[in-house]
């Protein structure tokens, strides 16, 4: 994906400039329209609002909502979780293959599961089977403990728990078990070893579980997991290794168990080609498993349903090129026609669709504390400063005095941009000899500075300038110092150079005048929002508002409700931030149906194995020690000891 440092829309687009700045301007500066559809949109007041049923529910306006959040003593950051959200994601899904299946006659049925591993947060994993109990959706576990979280929640007997993973005897064992319990397991042989595990544990428990097969595909695919597939992926069996195992299944009396095919091809599929060449092959597996005597019946095509982050539909890591309905469209066709061709009938089809399930439901809103820019000051120079700062100052003004209405050459504007960076590293090489000292430096800085914002009101976005002068905005772009922690509650944009939409939740009536980044709580260089969407490209700056100190400034993360909870991490010992599950009433309100409360300092000093009691009592014989020392007072150490107690059962981020 192409990175590009501004977008220029907000400060040099003439369509912007003629007009008040409106919501619809916000909205497509943001790619709101794109991304957001169906739920999320911007209200006259210039507030994000969300929808959580889609295009027939009612509307919420998310900076209200905020507010109303801290009435209620849940303060930001906050993690919303709008559950109508994911059983509208289910219902779009299970349509979508109903439709598949009406338009292209297929005569088999469609039943998803749920990748646990995607977001095991248990009021998640509840309220998706609660939602999809009407169409028996199941889970897909890649442990052992995602196992034991799907036999505990799934208790309908028609519903499927797909096990995939690696597995041992206990685990096989506990899917034969389950399914004499009533449950549904599938035991997917993913490593050509674990196919003795099942025959032992079936002869020892004179039971056996309902077996599947992952298939190395040969067809490639693309994106940033487009090695999940090959004859180098981590999981899956061989074509070679798949006849092997027919062959000791039917030795050990368990080829009838044999009923499922399963494929993967990676999370975030971006291009359908590749999908429509995998459902090809992987139906010529299908159908040659059943000639060769396996009852078969389910045919699972893996995760991979992609979400499109920036809007832009296109084949890119951040977007997808097809819809929901092409993506269920080539599924049961392929299949379907595979099946048709050789006279069998047409497998249960099942998708481990996680992310485009779980994705849009949560939003992170945080606040900004704080705006790190360079000085705008513009210092005045005295007949006894440097000439290499009267020099600076002639460019400063030089600058100045150019029209801002008429062309102005390129080579011209560069020369005296050149002019300021060669008097600001004469400065430099002054000082560092000691011939001016740091007040004269410092104004050096100051009015090359102000040279580059000068620059910037006769630099236009619609000519050829260089690299170098179109990136001065970028130069003089603003820190925006962030209440949460990357690490904690957006990992991927760290760890893969994942994009989610990020944008402010108000004040979208207003032109944004910055542009800046995201600095978060960590004390690590790592911590920042650098990368933000930019229809089908990347952008290094986002346009950002001036704090105003009457309001807190929110900004919103979105899509981010897949995996970067799970795989968040204590980095600088910043926990989970507070988690709300909100739900529309039938009167068009809403309620809090669940509250998650952040981990406290206490939560995760335990977390370290530290106690907090014994380091309470460490400080307090501190504070004695102190006392009779004479260096601090009684009342002084009492009050140290209430402020660490009450900081104990705080979150770890900074108060409102």
Sequence with gaps: MAEIAFSGKPFGDSSHNSHLWTVEDSAQLYGLDLWGNPYFSINKL??????PKGESGGTLDLKALVDEMEGRNLGVPLLIRFDDILEDRLDRLQDAFQKAIAQYQYKGNYQGVFPVKCNQQRHVVEELIAC?????????????????????????????????????????????????????PVVVIEQPDEVQRIISASNQLGAAPLIGIRVKLASRSSGRWGNSVGETSKFGLSIP?????????????LLN???????????????????????QEAGQVYVELSALGAPMGYLDVGGGLGVDYDGSRTATSASTNYSLQNYANDVVATLGECCESHSIS?????????????????????????VGTVSKEIPSISENDSLILRNLRDTYENISFLSQDSPIETSFLQEVWNDALKFKDDALTAF?????????????????????????????VDTSHSNELMNLRSALASTYYANFSIFRSAPDTWAIDQLFPVMPIHRLDERPTQLGHFADLTCDSDGKLTRFIDNGRCKTLLDLHELDDSEEYLIGMFLGGA??????????????????????????GYQVDHVVRANTKSDVLEAMEHDPNHLLERLRIATENAIQGGALKIKDARLLMDHVETSLRQSTYLNR
Excluded at 245 to 252: H, I, M, N, P, Y
């Design 241 to 253: 290794d798949i006849l092997s195992t027919v062959d000791e299944l039917r030795k050990a009396n």
């Design 346 to 370: 047409p497998p249960t089809l099942i998708s481990e669709s996680g992310r485009a399930i779980v994705s849009h439901f949560s939003v992170l809103v945080f606040n900004v504390l704080g």
């Design 432 to 460: 560092r000899l000691g011939y001016i000292g740091l007040a004269e430096r410092a104004k050096a800085e100051q009015l090359t500075w102000g040279c580059a914002r000068e620059l910037i009101k006769r630099v236009s």
């Design 563 to 588: 995996y970067q909870e799970v795989m968040g991490s204590l980095h600088n010992l910043f926990g989970t931030t507070n988690a709300v599950h909100i739900r529309m009433t039938s009167k068009g």
């Design 132 to 184: 999809g109990k009407k169409w028996s959706f199941g889970l897909e576990a890649g442990s052992k403990a995602e196992l034991l979280i799907a036999l505990a929640l799934v208790e309908d007997p028609k519903s499927l728990l797909i096990c995939n993973g690696y597995k041992d005897q206990r685990y096989i064992e506990t899917a034969i078990l389950a399914r004499q319990l009533g449950r549904r």
């Design 257 to 279: 168990e044999l009923q499922l095919l399963h494929f993967h091809l990676g999370s975030q599929i971006n291009n359908i080609a590749v999908l429509k060449d995998a459902l």
């Design 46 to 51: 210039g507030h994000v609002t969300v929808r």
